[in-house]
C-alpha cells in the first residue's frame, strides 16, 4: 500500500500566483513565509477552539490515553485487529497508530481533541458499553434420543467483541456468560433465554484484558496464554494459563492476579499442551488435566491432579483415541462434564463431550486413570470447529450446557458458543 503523501507546509494552490505573474526570489520568499505563518496560526486557533470545548481531565496521567489492551497481542494480526476495532476493555478504539497523528488538518484536530479529553476522564479499565456482538442461529435435532439436546447457538463477531481464541466459559445462575482469551482477554456477557430454554440473545455486558500481580495488562507473548476459567465459591475466579504454566486467581477479572501453585509436575508440559482444564468440584476440591503430558508408564494417559494447592494427588485421564481434555465443568450432582478435542489435516477439528461419575472421583487414588462415558460427538450436523470451552447450570430444574469454540484469529474458522440440554 503506498504511504499517503506528506502534506504541503506552504499556502493552498488558490493561494499561490502563477508562474508568469511571480515577483522577484526575495519577494517570493517573504510571501511565502508570512503564507505559512498565517497557515499557522489558523490551525493553532482551530485547534484552541476545539480544545476549550472539551471537559478537563480529571487524572491527566499518561496511562488514562493507553487502553487496557495498547499491548500488542502475540500475533501481528491480532494486533492489527485490536487497532480496526473497538477496545474491549475500554469501550472504543483507541487507533492512535493507524489515525495519522503528524498531520494537522483542521477536520483531525477537532476528532483528536474530542477524543483525547474526553479518554483523558474515563478509567484505564471501564466497562464496555452493552451492545451486541453475537447472532443467534438454530442447531439441527440430532437423531433417537441424544443424551445432550441441541437448543441453538450464536456466532460471536471477534471483530466486534475486540478479540477471539475464547478458551474458558462459565455460566452464573443470573445467565450471565464469562469467557476468557488465549490472547489474554476476558469477556461478559448477558444471556436471554427463549421458551425450552433456547438461547435467544447475547448482549456484551464489560471485556477487558486480564492482569498481572502489579495490576498490569499482562504483556503480549506466552504470559497471555489463559486457557481454562473456574470459580471459587467465595466467587474469585481461577485461571489456568498455558506456555508459561501456572494458575493465578483474581478477586475480579479485572483485578490484579494473585499466584497459587501448580500442580508437581505440570512445568514439563509442552508449551502449547499444559493445563487446558481446571474445574471446582462440588465438593470443593480442584480437578486439573494437562492437554497433552503423557504418563511413562501407562500410554494413551495424559497427567491430571484432583485436590487443591499443596495437597495433589496425582492421577490420569485417558481421553478418546485421537482427542485430547481440553476443559471440564461440574455438575449438580457431583459428576464432571469434560470436553475433548481432535484434530487432523486431512478431517480437521472434532470433539466429543463424556461424564466422569462422582463415585469414579470418590474412590480415586494417587496414580488412578479416570475416563468418562461418551455424551456428545461435536461433528456434523452439529456446526464443526475448534471446542475449547465448557459450562453447565441447573436453571428452571434443567441442566443447560455450554461449549464455546477458538477460532485462531483464522478466518477460515468462526467464534461459535453452542447450547444443549442435559437429559435427566
Known sequence: MR????????????????????PGPASRLLRSARLRRDAAGLRRARAGDRLSQVPPATTPTPTSLRPCGSAASPRKRERERFL?????????????????????????????????????????CAPAQSRQVATAFALPDLPGTPALRPLGG??????????????????????????????GGFAEFALTLGPGLRPAALVLRRSGWLKDWAGRPLPRGHARDAEALARLPDGSWLVAFERWHRIWRYADLDAPARHFDAPPGVARAPRNAGLETLAVLQDGRWLAIAEDLPLPDA?????????????????????????????ATPLPDGDVLVLERGFTWIAGFWGRVVRLRAASLAAATAGAVLQGEPLLRLEPPLPVDNYEGIAALRHEGRTLVAVVSDDNQSWLQRTLLLFFELAE
Open 154 to 183: 450464536f456466532e460471536i463477531d471477534p471483530e466486534q467483541l475486540g478479540f477471539g481464541g475464547l478458551s474458558g466459559l462459565h455460566i452464573a445462575p443470573d445467565l450471565t456468560v464469562t469467557a476468557i482469551s488465549d490472547l
Open 299 to 327: 500410554p494413551g494417559v495424559t497427567a491430571a491432579w484432583l485436590g487443591r494447592p499443596g495437597a495433589w494427588t496425582p492421577l490420569g485421564w485417558r481421553p478418546g483415541p485421537g482427542m485430547n481434555p481440553v476443559d
Open 3 to 22: 504511504a499517503p503523501a506528506a502534506r504541503r507546509s506552504g499556502p493552498p494552490p488558490s493561494a499561490r500566483r502563477r508562474s508568469h505573474d511571480a
Open 84 to 124: 480496526r476495532s473497538p477496545s474491549p476493555a475500554c469501550g472504543g478504539g483507541w487507533r492512535a497508530e493507524r489515525a495519522g497523528w503528524g498531520s494537522a488538518h483542521p477536520s483531525s484536530i477537532q476528532r483528536r481533541a474530542f477524543l483525547g479529553g474526553l479518554l483523558a476522564t474515563l478509567p484505564v
